[in-house]
């Protein structure tokens, strides 16, 4: 099973960041979020990871060329130029990185990398954290039998609720509202022909849907409260999406 990650689009606007800097590398705890969200993954079992880059895609590409180095103490001889590994402290992940494109929507990015996505896969946005079980989404996934399942939490702040645009659906109140959790699993066929090329979201209205609905740990890191908020955890040696409270 490989993770398709959407990590294509503009700048983070969070102040107080490198210029520039794709949303997905803001630093939490003195690692991109990016690797977060992988770690997490890959405590679910997932190892196999399709990167959808674009704006400044270099970013990405260069932390993955060096991705042993920054896991790793290193002993550097500047006389010789050589590098020596003192431990071996990395991943054992298979990334592709892929560059969909700067303004490309998040629907046609997944377009692009069907073709080595699998039959099925999983999807997240580049911003999000959670513990989501994994296994659970995909347990429900082939259970429903549906060509997307997308995961939903409470909403908080700036989320709105997931309105699926079915007939009898109607706006809940907010302590009873969901949110989808930037995470889904999908069979390829979910994006074949002619489906809407926004946001996945936009999808749900016009594909079958099934629902996760996950009541744990979800944030997304859209303003420098959220970003702090996340680095208050993590230097407390709380990361709810790691699996550590």
């Not at 196999?48 to 896991?71: M, P, R, T």
């Not at 702040?157 to 997931?162: E, F, N, T, V």
């Not at 999908?186 to 996945?200: N, P, Q, S």
């Amino acid at each position: 099973m490989k993770m398709i990650i959407l990590a294509g689009g503009q700048k983070s606007t969070i102040s107080g960041e490198s210029e520039g800097m794709p949303k997905p590398m803001l630093s939490i705890g003195g690692r991109p979020l990016l690797w977060h969200i992988m770690k997490h993954a890959s405590l679910c079992g997932i190892k196999e990871f399709i990167v959808c880059g674009g704006y400044k895609i270099d970013s990405i590409k260069d932390y993955f060329l060096d991705f042993y180095i920054y896991q790793s103490d290193i002993q550097v001889d500047t006389g010789s130029n050589t590098v020596k590994i003192l431990d071996k402290n990395t991943e054992d992940w298979v990334v592709t990185v892929v560059d969909t494109g700067i303004k490309t929507m998040p629907v046609e990015r997944i377009k692009k990398v069907l073709d080595i996505a699998g039959e099925e896969f999983l999807i997240s946005y580049g911003d999000c954290l959670s513990d989501i079980s994994l296994e659970r989404l995909q347990d429900v996934h082939r259970t429903e039998e549906k060509s997307i399942t997308v995961a939903v939490a409470r909403p908080s702040g700036r989320k709105m609720p997931l309105h699926f645009m079915r007939e009898e659906a109607e706006w809940m109140s907010s302590d009873k509202a969901w949110t989808s959790a930037g995470v889904f699993m999908a069979g390829k066929e979910a994006f074949a022909g002619e489906c809407c090329g926004g946001d996945i979201e936009d999808m749900l209205s016009q594909s079958s849907t099934a629902v996760y609905r996950h009541e744990g740990f979800f944030n997304t890191i859209e303003t420098l409260r959220d970003k702090a908020a996340a680095e208050k955890l993590w230097d407390k040696g709380i990361a709810p999406w790691m699996g550590i409270v």
